[in-house]
């Protein structure tokens, strides 16, 4: 049967806004002019993801042709596809990711690169089973866990992680599995919002906030999109002192990620993930083995130094880094989304 041809989708307009209809930044190999520009400005392509520090981590791994490694977080590849270019064709590289939508479509994207089976595996599954992953797979000479929520999520709205997108308030990493952040919010008190907001995201006004989403879900409104979100929040801090207009609009800015982050954090259990990883970090790792973690806050930056240095008294890791790796000033620029990270390495005895 002959198929059908398929009409990309009409947009309104000289350039297209919505997500879906960004087809030059969805086919990078096909518009690499138009992702190059996007790129130059500063900004993120559609559907695309822009690693943050790769020198920095490569210095840190020192990965040599023959060794074996593990990337617990894959998303978009592109540190997989510098940490394979270091092994020259030869050792083998392991990678994991929650995400069904996002993996099968990187591991295309490597597979088109040369990158296969006989150098490469990729395996769905929640770095929080790293004892499992190492125990059937290990040990690992050098080992990278980049703790950010991919491009492609975010700017994706059917996944609800970002307040600027109109979509339903999923937030969930793996969406074939667990509870969105809508149905959480139906499920607990105002009490217990107000604390995961000021414990996943040190939200200066918690009480407000969660007073106003649960005054609106009584009166009947349903917060089941991040519109309606960060609407209720927006309306918590207009209700505030007056403020000028630009730090008004930073504020509500900045609040929205704040929130939409400390949801994130609880609908993917992300500090307990985050434990049970670093629990089992030491038994994965080969003698003299390095390790860099990308944390993006200060809540997963705590556990990770505090795990670090723990394991450097016990004697188990042989050095560590004593302050934080930031990426550089001109990085920054060129990608926004690299200003909150920070850098960890250490080194198993």
């Known amino acids: ?77 592109g540190h997989s596809r510098k940490m394979l270019e270091k092994l020259q064709g030869s050792g083998h590289l392991y990678a994991l990711d929650v995400d069904p939508i996002e993996i099968e479509k990187t591991k295309e994207r490597l597979a088109q690169a040369g990158y296969t089976e006989d150098i490469l595996t990729i395996i769905q599954t929640n770095f929080a089973n790293l004892a499992e992953v190492g125990g059937n797979n290990g040990p690992f000479d050098f080992l990278l866990a980049d703790l950010g929520v991919s491009s492609m999520q975010i700017d994706n709205p059917a996944r609800g992680f970002s307040y600027k997108l109109d979509g339903p308030l999923d937030l969930r990493l793996d969406p074939e599995h667990g509870q969105s952040a809508a149905e959480r919010l139906s499920e607990i008190s105002m009490e217990e919002f107000e604390g995961m907001l000021i414990e996943n995201s040190d939200e200066p006004y918690a009480k407000e906030i969660a007073a106003e989403v649960y005054k609106r879900m009584r009166r009947g409104e349903k917060i089941e999109t991040t519109r309606a979100l960060a609407q209720a929040v927006e309306a918590a801090l207009c209700a505030l002192p007056k403020q000028k207009k630009e730090e008004q609009k930073e504020l509500i800015k900045k609040t929205n990620q704040r929130v939409f982050q400390a949801l994130r954090i609880d609908v993917n259990s992300e500090f307990e993930v985050l434990e049970a990883f670093l629990e089992a970090l ?58 909150s990270t920070k850098l960890r390495w250490a080194i198993k005895a």
């Open 1 to 77: 049967m002959e198929q059908q041809h398929k009409r990309r989708v009409r947009y309104s307009g000289t350039h297209p806004k919505r997500f879906e209809e960004k087809y030059k930044e969805h086919n990078p190999q096909k518009y690499a002019d138009t992702v190059a520009k996007v790129i130059q400005k500063g900004s993120t392509p559609a559907g695309m993801h822009i690693s943050i520090m790769v020198k920095e981590i490569l210095d840190v791994l020192q990965i040599k042709p023959g060794e074996k490694g593990l990337d617990a977080t894959l998303g978009y590849g």
């Open 282 to 339: 030491p038994d994965v790792m080969a003698p003299q083995g390095r390790i860099a973690i990308l944390t993006f806050h200060s809540g997963e930056d705590r556990l990770v130094k505090k795990a670090f240095k723990r394991y450097y008294k016990q004697g188990i890791f042989s050095d560590i880094s004593q302050e934080v790796i930031r990426p550089s000033a001109e990085e920054c620029r060129a990608n926004g989304r690299a200003r």
